[in-house]
């Protein structure tokens, strides 16, 4: 299943190859995650590691592959 994840702030894309392959793009003072994750166990991964960075979550969006971002 593919999700969008926003943050607060503006994350560099450098930081792509950190979650997984998923796609980074800052917007606004946002920056969304976006791509397919494997299962729950993968999501709350990369939860975690916003988490870890100390970046404010703003919404997990579960989205159908071609509605994606």
């Known amino acids: 299943m593919d999700y969008e994840i926003r943050i607060e702030g503006n994350l560099d894309p450098r930081w792509e190859s950190w979650f997984d392959g998923m796609t980074l793009s ?9 791509g397919p994750v494997s299962d729950q166990a993968a999501l709350h991964g990369l939860l975690a590691r916003l988490r870890d960075l100390g970046l404010p979550l703003l919404s997990v969006t579960r989205v159908a592959p071609e509605q994606s971002a």
């Open 26 to 34: 800052a917007q606004a003072g946002e920056t969304l995650i976006s």
